[in-house]
């Protein structure tokens, strides 16, 4: 799955042009999903394993640089439902110290034919808040951060690049 992270706002004005870059960036990223996985969703089911790498790991702000990812204790909400293919969710992430945190809701469609996955669009749109030691540079207070996944055709070299999350530490990623 392709994953693209987007800043919706709360950016002070600047003439600084390296700073405008930043503020208008589009992150990428990519989310794996085990086979067992996809046959999970081709039942209408979203496994907990994948709910939590979702939010884990690509739940983040990685506009600006390379972003702390969660901790599972700092998944204090995780709710979803999938019904006809509908996806509706939402789920609150922080730090102990609140210093940075993310409350969203997620929307989508996983559609399915003849026993695959043919469609999965999924947009998480919420408050963020805070920033990591890589990703300096976030808007003051809460602000707007929108994530959207989408089903990898495979064209893309790109979608070769294992997810962020998983660098050095795959079967932690994916279980």
């Not at 589009?26 to 790498?53: C, F, M, Y």
């Not at 640089?65 to 709710?79: A, D, F, Q, S, V």
């Not at 992430?93 to 940075?100: A, V």
Request: aromatic share 8%; with cysteine.
């Amino acid at each position: 799955m392709r994953v693209h992270a987007k800043n919706l706002g709360g950016c002070e004005p600047t003439d600084d042009r390296w700073k405008q870059l930043f503020q208008s960036a589009l992150s990428r990223d990519n989310l794996w999903i085990t086979q067992e996985e996809h046959d999970a969703l081709v039942r209408g089911e979203i496994p907990k394993a994948l709910q939590e790498r979702i939010a884990r790991f690509h739940l983040v702000d990685n506009t600006r640089g390379e972003p702390p990812m969660w901790n599972t204790n700092e998944i204090r909400n995780l709710e979803r439902a999938l019904t006809r293919g509908y996806l509706t969710g939402s789920a609150r992430l922080d730090t102990k110290r609140g210093d940075r945190g993310y409350d969203v809701q997620l929307k989508g469609k996983i559609e399915v034919r003849d026993g695959r996955v043919v469609r999965f669009d999924i947009v998480a749109l919420g408050d963020f808040w805070g920033e990591g030691t890589y990703t300096r540079g976030a808007p003051k207070g809460r602000f707007p951060l929108a994530i959207s996944f989408t089903l990898a055709d495979g064209a893309d070299i790109a979608n070769h690049v294992p997810p962020q999350g998983s660098r050095g530490w795959v079967d932690g990623y994916l279980h």
